[in-house]
């Protein structure tokens, strides 16, 4: 008996990407034999994070979908036949048995070659505002899982977003002095952790280091990822304010930190809940708001507090913040709020539904019990 073969179809962005590479990893974890492939375009990040975890990819051209399911969909150009084909011929060629998705480029064609070869199709959606191929592709499953309840999808289960090994399994409090003598931090006093994300954030980096003075007054040290493309000066002094550039293994950040100030993407809200790190989050002001509903669970818990990106100033930080930073009994309660607010085992879950419907399909499997 082979084992069994899966193609995920999750691209263009590390949003889409990470939780389609977390579940493939969980999938290996749970059955060693599985053969997982890997469907991305050229566009975005694929041909970069996707080998460096060490799965086949295969490439489709990339073929947007329109934001509306509407009659622009039927006119997409031939670009998304030409897609679906390449989709198909992979599928073929690996002798797929379900696909799952994640949203992206490569997503809506794998979905629709899956559906016209018979193939299961499992959904995943990161987002609070789901992608228009996630929305396409829940017309054509009852499989379908969400990052958070209340996500506007049809035949929706919320189960979290599958994460690393890393964070789900870290223990803060066991790693939190070796993370602090990594980044060159004091062992005691409260740290606030600072990010835009892989590209850093321009607002953000401009606030937290315009309060660095009252931060320091506060006895506040700071560890600040300010992302590759951005600078930060700040004097040195004590308590340490740390500016980093990058940091590639965030768990030891996390760790680092009682407290952290950043974007509120689905995949920093996810992995800040499962390690139980509050934070105040500051929306990217695009999108539709869409970064906001991510937050919105979490602030809702008393986990973490939510600050508009124009609202986000030294003074919000000294007269808001601070106060905050520096109440260790409210610093814990938050971090458990946002503990309960998290769904550490998200990857494992899928995997066991997708290893089921696979043992189904092949006719050997008693009725999949229900998600969690």
Excluded at 91 to 113: H, I, Q, T
Excluded at 187 to 204: C, E, K, N, W
Excluded at 240 to 247: D, I
Aim: hydrophobic fraction near 45%; proline fraction near 9%; charged fraction near 15%.
């Amino acid at each position: 008996m082979t084992g069994p073969r899966v193609v995920v179809a999750g691209g263009h962005s590390a949003g889409h990407i990470e939780p389609a590479m977390n579940f493939a990893d969980a999938l290996r974890r749970l059955e060693p034999t599985a053969e997982i492939t890997a469907l991305g375009t050229v566009r975005g990040l694929d041909t970069t994070l996707i080998p460096a975890r060490g799965y086949p990819l295969e490439l489709v051209p990339p073929a947007p979908l329109p934001r509306t399911l509407n009659r622009a969909l039927l006119r997409t150009p031939g670009r998304l036949r030409d897609s679906v084909r390449a989709a198909g011929a992979v599928l073929d060629r690996v002798r797929a048995e379900v696909v799952v998705g994640f949203g992206g480029y490569a997503a809506g064609p794998a979905y629709l070659a899956a559906f016209g070869r018979g193939l299961q199709i499992v959904v995943h959606e990161a987002n609070a505002r789901p992608g228009v191929a996630n929305r396409l592709a829940a017309r054509l499953t009852t499989s379908v899982f969400t990052a958070a309840p209340g996500v506007r999808l049809a035949h929706a289960t919320a189960i979290g977003i599958p994460l690393r090994p890393a964070i789900t399994g870290l223990d803060r409090s066991a790693l939190r002095g070796a993370a602090r003598q990594r980044f060159g931090l004091r062992p005691d006093g409260p740290v606030l952790m600072v990010t835009g994300g892989s590209q850093g954030a321009r607002a953000i980096n401009a606030a937290v280091s315009g309060a660095a003075a009252a931060l320091r007054a506060a006895g506040v040290q700071v560890l600040h990822v300010t992302g590759p493309r951005h600078d930060v000066e700040v004097p040195d002094g004590d308590p340490p304010y740390v500016v980093v550039p990058y940091v590639d293994e965030m768990h030891y950040a996390y760790a680092a930190a009682d407290f952290a100030i950043c974007r509120s993407g689905a995949m920093t809200c996810a992995e800040l809940a499962a390690v139980g790190l509050p934070a105040a989050y500051v929306p990217l002001p695009l999108r539709g708001g869409e970064q906001r509903l991510n937050a919105e669970p979490v602030v809702a818990a008393g986990g973490a507090l939510l600050v508009d990106d124009a609202g986000l100033t030294p003074a919000w930080i000294e007269t808001t913040l601070i106060p905050v930073l520096t109440d260790p009994a409210r610093i814990a309660a938050m971090s458990a709020r946002a503990s309960a607010a998290g769904a550490p085992d998200a990857a494992a879950v899928l995997a066991r539904h997708v290893l089921a419907a696979i043992a189904r399909r092949r006719g050997y499997a008693s009725p999949e019990p229900p998600p969690g």
